[in-house]
């Protein structure tokens, strides 16, 4: 969901050609205060990351409005018994990843998989270092996520409940360190690749890779999607399946639900993982259009 | 009125100091050429000199630069207007405040201080005109109150200049 600021309601409009900048002017104090207070009581609403509600939630959401899309949550239902709700402010893909792959950790005791990432993870801080990155941008970010890493697993005296990692999740200092740290390894993973993602970039915006980074994946707040998911899968070497919901329909008259699973170069892989868990990726994030919330399977 | 003014702003977090530090220590190894930063007491606002390139429209001019850090720093952009006299430059008001996307929207923590003054810089020396913006009066007059230029909704279009 894009809480980005709404494109203007307080009538100035921009100028499109003009010589250089624009701005809005806010020539009505109240206004503007009301208005960002309403903002704000939005985003309060929910926190980052919300509790575990059953599907039933998500289809009450759309109980006056679309049936076909009320027929794909109960084909969804079949498979998936709940959804955690991020909030929508152009972090929510990162966001998601985060708390469904942590969760994971914390519940499997998975110490193959951290001792695996970890080496993914010195191979993002090289890239960064290699094209040119100041380590002291990026550094702290990295320590903040490695942290989480060993805090997950019990037994420690740094280990954290289930419970508390909810509260980190919806902790400002550590939840956007660890979004703006994945965000690292991202614009790392596409410049790295750069002949291959560069066509994907081009068909989105027509800019340069590098542009395209600093405009569309290192400044907190921008939206991800398919490029984002494959870079960040890749590198991590931790594959993604992405459900979508939206009001699309086959003409066959059969309503399904499509899913895409994001799969990194097969040597990258978790080792932990069984073979029948490779093809079924651990991380379940339902896309609807702007937006991606976490999904549980039955 | 009781628009948030600059003035209202909040201590530095811990991790906030750090990182600042972290750029001190790099800028005196390092400072960008063209920019001149004497340390003060004060690590949240900084005050930098900034010297027109050469074969430029600002060659020898000497400017000030002044920074404020957010509390949440790096993760919110810092505040960076030029102090009085600003250069009289297409994107920069009378007031100081300048119109470039990475010191709103498009900031980042991949960003330093050392790389949005390289960034003002490079602005700087690629005028080919020096003028005030078209709408410099209107929009000083909306600032008034003293609002931070991270609270005006900006819109660039043109990223040559």
């Given amino acids: 969901m894009r809480n980005k600021e709404p494109v203007l309601d307080d009538g100035e409009v921009v100028y499109e050609d003009g010589p250089g900048c624009g701005w809005n002017a806010f020539e009505d104090e109240d206004v503007m205060q009301q208005t960002s207070s309403i903002h704000d009581d939005e985003a309060k609403k929910l926190p980052y990351v919300g509790d575990k509600e059953p599907l039933s939630s998500l289809a009450a959401e759309y109980q006056s409005g679309s049936p076909i899309l009320l027929e794909k949550i109960k084909v969804l239902a079949e498979q998936y018994a709940s959804i955690r709700r991020t909030r929508g402010d152009g972090n929510c893909f990162f966001r998601g990843f985060m708390f469904s792959y942590l969760e994971h950790l914390l519940e499997a005791q998975d110490k193959a998989e951290i001792d695996r990432v970890k080496v993914n993870i010195e191979r993002s801080r090289k890239a960064l270092q290699t094209l040119g990155y100041a380590e002291l941008t990026f550094e702290d970010f990295f320590t903040l996520f490695l942290e989480q890493l060993e805090d997950v697993i019990q037994g420690k005296e740094t280990s954290i409940s289930h419970e508390e990692l909810v509260l980190r999740s919806r902790d400002q200092s550590v939840s956007d360190y660890v979004v703006m740290f994945f965000r690292f390894v991202t614009s790392a993973a596409i410049q790295n690749r750069s002949e291959f993602f560069e066509p994907f970039i081009m068909g989105l915006t027509n800019t340069t890779v590098e542009q395209f980074c600093k405009s569309a994946v290192e400044p907190m707040g921008e939206e991800s999607d398919h490029v984002h998911i494959t870079a960040l899968s890749d590198a991590l070497g931790v594959p993604i399946r992405v459900v979508y919901l939206d009001r699309s329909s086959c003409d066959t008259g059969g309503v399904s639900v499509n899913h895409h699973d994001f799969i990194p170069s097969a040597d990258d892989l978790p080792s932990s993982s069984g073979s029948s868990e490779k093809k079924n990726p651990f991380i379940t994030l339902l896309y609807r259009p702007g937006h991606y919330d976490i999904l549980y399977p039955n | ?161």
């Avoid at chain 2, 923590?109 to 960034?119: D, K, R, W």
């Avoid at chain 2, 003293?146 to 040559?160: A, I, L, N, V, Y």
């Fill in chain 2, 1 to 161: 009125m009781t628009s948030s003014s600059t003035s209202s702003r909040k201590n530095l977090s811990k991790i906030a100091c750090n990182r600042l530090q972290k750029e001190l220590t790099e800028w005196q190894a390092s400072p960008p050429a063209g920019f001149n930063y004497k340390v003060s007491d004060n690590l949240q606002r900084w005050v930098i000199e900034v010297v027109g390139a050469p074969g430029t429209l600002y060659a020898n001019e000497t400017y000030r630069l002044q920074v404020d850090f957010p509390e949440h720093y790096p993760m919110e952009a810092p505040q960076v207007i030029f102090m009085n006299p600003a250069p009289m430059h297409p994107h920069i008001y009378s007031n100081g405040h300048i119109c470039l996307d990475i010191l709103y929207d498009s900031w980042s923590p991949a960003m330093t201080v050392s790389s949005v003054c390289i960034s003002i810089l490079s602005m700087l020396s690629s005028s080919t005109v020096k003028q005030r913006p078209e709408d410099n009066d209107r929009y000083v007059k909306n600032c008034r109150n003293g609002r931070s230029p991270k609270e005006t909704r900006w819109w660039f279009h043109d990223d040559k200049v």
